[in-house]
């Protein structure tokens, strides 16, 4: 694997790696920190040390910016999604990206700095702020998600936006024939209807324009119930198709989990999606304690990738990848009898006990394997 190969997975927004997850929470605290910089030095109030901070600040960030874009354009050509002929093809098809573009004017202050002042360099972040938080929008974990939620939700969430037009404008208009010769300045038009019918359909409520006829009010009153009635459908939608796309996006990551493990290799695909929806993905640093000798038997554990170390008395036996272990304790119903701690970081499966007694009923096969290699793990602690 080359260098530029092992950056690209740290900077691929879809690794789910440990080492990848804390670069995305790096980058994203790095954002945040130069969004408040940058309204930190739009106060007209602070002292002018506590500014000159700011703007140091804000500077810092939009160099660290810049080479993030020169890394990414390198490291360009290992995305699946812009591999072409040349490296320098697929750099270019990354630089009139969406993502490429907005990295570019990320960097305007740092561009700014080189060639004027601190000052110059702060005030080009100010105006480029929005940007950033574009930037935040692409690098933050769960913005794709959110977006795919909208797309596969569509045509339901267009049914809805349809119904609440058909609700707005039909208040809007009643509320002209009944307000209109009283309050021309809010009611005289339906244009001018239409605020009042939007705060009112959305509860908010301001109070700046108000039926004053009796027919006006029982009018606001159903266009509230409306309201509600209108914004729990969308909520409802986007609650379903928001849970739906994590089902799915975990159902194929834990899949992809599953095919490294060569202990299911043998399972058939009716069988494997049976199980793919009972199990977890966990990532561990090294060193950490996965299992404490004397806690309950809760869960069993198969090692995707990575080393833990299982400390029996005095002895230390090693686990490595498609390993398993913590089955003895749900098989005997008994608390931990060992601790395991990881030796590298790790990437495993989790199955809990209640999942672990279904699944007896329903893969017979699978838990007879478990058994077995329980069976010879005894026998060897014994000898």
């Not at 499966?349 to 893969?363: S, T």
């Amino acid at each position: 694997m080359t260098l530029r190969t092992r950056i690209y997975g740290l900077l691929d927004p879809e690794s789910h790696g440990h080492a990848a997850r804390q670069v995305r929470t790096v980058e994203v605290m790095l954002i945040l920190v130069g969004i408040s910089s940058v309204s930190a030095g739009t106060v007209a109030s602070l002292p002018p040390g506590a500014r000159a901070v700011a703007a140091f600040i804000t500077g810092i960030v939009a160099v660290l910016f810049f080479f993030e874009y020169l890394t990414r354009l390198w490291v360009a050509p290992e995305n699946p999604h812009l591999h072409l002929v040349s490296a320098g093809r697929s750099r270019f098809k990354w630089v009139l990206s969406a993502e490429g573009i907005i990295d570019l004017l990320a960097v305007i202050p740092a561009l700014a700095m080189a060639y004027g002042s601190a000052r110059l360099g702060a005030e080009s972040a100010s105006m480029f702020v929005l940007v950033w938080v574009l930037k935040l929008a692409t690098h933050a974990p769960g913005v794709g998600l959110i977006a795919r939620v909208f797309h596969n939700e569509r045509s339901a969430l267009a049914a809805a936006a349809a119904l609440f037009a058909i609700v707005l404008f039909s208040a809007a208009t009643i509320a002209h024939w009944l307000e209109g010769e009283h309050q021309q300045e809010h009611f005289g038009s339906i244009p001018a209807s239409l605020w009042w019918a939007v705060v009112t359909l959305t509860t908010t409520g301001y109070g700046d324009a108000v039926p004053l006829s009796p027919a006006g009010r029982v009018l606001g009153g159903v266009v509230m119930l409306c309201g509600i009635s209108v914004l729990a459908l969308l909520a409802g939608i986007l609650a379903t198709g928001f849970s739906a796309e994590v089902r799915r996006r975990e159902f194929v990551r834990i899949w992809e989990l599953v095919a490294q493990v060569p202990f299911f290799s043998e399972v058939g695909a009716i069988a494997i999606s049976d199980i793919v929806d009972r199990l977890r993905s966990r990532s561990y640093p090294a060193g950490a304690t996965v299992i404490k000798k004397g806690a309950a038997g809760d869960s069993m554990f198969f090692i995707v990738s990575g080393e833990v170390e299982v400390f029996i008395g005095e002895r230390v036996k090693k686990l490595v990848d498609g390993d398993f272990f913590g089955e003895m304790a749900l098989l005997d119903r008994k608390p931990r009898s060992a601790d395991v701690v990881t030796g590298t970081a790790c990437t495993m499966l989790v199955l809990n006990v209640a999942d672990f007694y279904q699944l007896a009923g329903q893969q017979p096969k699978l838990i007879s394997a478990i058994e077995a290699e329980a069976k010879r793990r005894r026998e060897g602690d014994t000898e």
